[in-house]
């Protein structure tokens, strides 16, 4: 009977040294997979920390790039909006210095001719006083002569352009259309139209007229 509570004993004893080895093997194994998945986690973390500092610093530097770009982009945009806005004002100045000097000539020239024109009507005027009614109708036929001849002569001489924003206008064409609105609209002869004295603004797009020293008009360009 005691050999068996014995041998029980002893069981017991083995089969608690066997559980307490496989306890002690298992937590071993659990601490080491523990660890191992640690260190797995740390590497995971490290990685992770790596790829959002290269991406953060490739955004930056993305960013910097772009806006450089667009400083670069929006600086040669406004150097040539500013030369563009300089040549414009230049070439509206040249065309209103040049349209005030042919205005000047043509008035100058417009002024000489009647002044002639009414010089040589006079002289005619005198001529036929003197030798009556036969020489007052030739005196008249020269002094229409002279005149036609020297306004004749007055047109050749004109050749002016207007040129602003892409246009081209000719001041006889706009003398064209005074000539049809003294003629058209004012149903006046042809014959009876003197002077012409044209004022051209390209600020308003317009041309204005007096016509006879009377008559005042704007025609649009």
């Excluded at 000047?104 to 040589?120: G, N």
């Excluded at 001849?149 to 924003?165: C, D, G, H, P, T």
């Amino acid at each position: 009977m005691k050999e068996v509570r014995k041998t029980s004993a002893v069981k017991k004893e083995e089969i608690q040294a066997e559980v307490k080895e496989k306890a002690s093997k298992a937590v071993k194994e659990a601490k080491e997979k523990a660890a191992k998945v640690e260190k797995e986690v740390k590497e995971v973390k490290e990685k992770a920390a790596k790829a959002e500092k290269e991406i953060k610093e490739k955004a930056a530097k993305a960013e910097k790039e772009v806006n450089e770009k667009a400083a670069k982009v929006e600086k040669e945009v406004k150097e040539k909006a500013a030369k563009a806005e300089k040549e414009v004002k230049e070439k509206v100045s040249e065309t209103k210095a040049e349209v005030k000097k042919a205005e000047t000539k043509a008035e100058a020239s417009a002024k000489r001719v009647s002044k002639k024109a009414e010089e040589a009507g006079k002289a005619a005027e005198e001529t036929v006083k003197k030798a009556g009614s036969s020489v007052k109708k030739a005196a008249d036929s020269a002094a229409g002569t002279v005149k036609k001849a020297a306004a004749n002569k007055a047109e050749v001489k004109e050749s002016i352009s207007l040129q602003y924003f892409g246009k081209d206008i000719k001041v006889s064409e706009i003398t064209d259309q005074v000539k049809k609105v003294w003629t058209g609209e004012l149903k006046k002869k042809a014959s009876e139209l003197q002077t012409i004295n044209l004022y051209l603004k390209p600020e308003d797009n317009a041309a204005y007229y007096v016509l006879n020293d009377t008559f005042m008009g704007k025609i649009d360009l």
